[in-house]
């Protein structure tokens, strides 16, 4: 069993215990209010940034102590994050829905539920929770499933981040004319980062379609790389939770010049 396979046996396992019946989840999701549009907001800038809650992973284990997901929220917000990406699986990541709502609860930019989100209740469940964007990885799902869930997802009002890791999954998510792309350079059954993976499969995604560099950024040069790429923005977790200043973090990758 690969990582990928474990990681989402354990998904399925946790979203039994706390599985709401169809009636529940309809009136969280009518209740929620209105999406913030993450599109939108990442457009207003030149070059933007996704900033991540992340408090472990499965490669490095526990990243920092988060005491208060808000607060740490806040500090992205206020260094120019244009949206707000928190990780809610449990058992590898250390996440929860409780972060996500807490996160929710204090900043008024758009929020990714970033989770492995394999079925339709968890489609469900992220806009009723909040979410403005969602994550869907193509290494996970089918392409029956991979059409389904960003069909669902644009009905609850949702955009979605389609994640790749290669060329093949590239092709496959082309086929449902997706507005976000967002490459990996984390290998999801290794673990192993290769950010040449931005330079070899960001520039093969048309111009019009939204670019995101994913994991391993951690310097000013990776930025650099991410942009020459040509990365519209980067999607940024552990480099800025081990961070002793992670608003003046975001603040300096934003500064850099595609040069």
């Given at each position: 069993m690969s990582v990928l396979d474990s990681i989402i046996a354990g998904v399925l396992e946790d979203q039994k215990s706390?599985?709401?019946?169809?009636?529940?989840?309809a009136d969280r999701i009518a209740s929620i209010g209105e999406v913030r549009n993450?599109?939108?907001s990442l457009k207003s800038k030149n070059f933007s940034?996704?900033?991540?809650?992340?408090?472990?992973?499965?490669?490095k284990g526990a990243?920092?102590?988060?005491?208060?997901?808000?607060?740490?929220?806040?500090?992205?917000?206020?260094?120019?994050?244009?949206?707000?990406?928190?990780?809610?699986?449990?058992?590898r990541f250390?996440?929860?829905?409780?972060?996500?709502?807490?996160?929710?609860?204090?900043?008024?930019?758009?929020?990714?539920r970033?989770?492995?989100?394999?079925?339709?209740?968890?489609?469900?469940?992220?806009?009723?929770?909040?979410?403005?964007l969602l994550l869907l990885i193509v290494a996970a799902l089918d392409d029956a499933q991979l059409q389904d869930f960003y069909t669902l997802a644009q009905e609850l009002g949702m955009k979605v981040l389609i994640e790749v890791h290669n060329l093949e999954e590239l092709e496959r998510a082309m086929r449902i004319n997706p507005q976000i792309i967002g490459v990996n350079a984390r290998n999801l059954k290794t673990l192993e980062i290769d950010?040449?993976?931005?330079?070899s499969l960001l520039p093969r995604i048309p111009a019009d379609i939204y670019r995101v560099a994913e994991s391993g950024i951690a310097t000013i040069d990776d930025v650099k790389l991410a942009m020459q790429s040509g990365a519209n923005a980067i999607l940024v977790g552990e480099t800025l939770?081990?961070?002793?200043?992670?608003?003046?973090?975001?603040?300096?990758?934003?500064?850099v010049k595609n040069s």
């Open positions: 706390r599985q709401l019946s169809q009636a529940e989840l993450p599109l939108q940034v996704i900033a991540e809650v992340k408090r472990s992973s499965p490669s990243l920092a102590e988060i005491s208060d997901p808000s607060q740490l929220a806040d500090l992205y917000e206020d260094g120019g994050a244009s949206v707000i990406s928190v990780l809610t699986e449990q058992r250390g996440g929860s829905l409780q972060d996500f709502s807490e996160v929710r609860s204090r900043v008024s930019i758009p929020m990714l970033k989770d492995f989100i394999v079925n339709e209740y968890l489609v469900r469940e992220s806009r009723a929770y909040g979410a403005d950010l040449q993976n931005f330079s939770v081990k961070s002793g200043d992670p608003a003046a973090t975001i603040a300096e990758f934003l500064s």
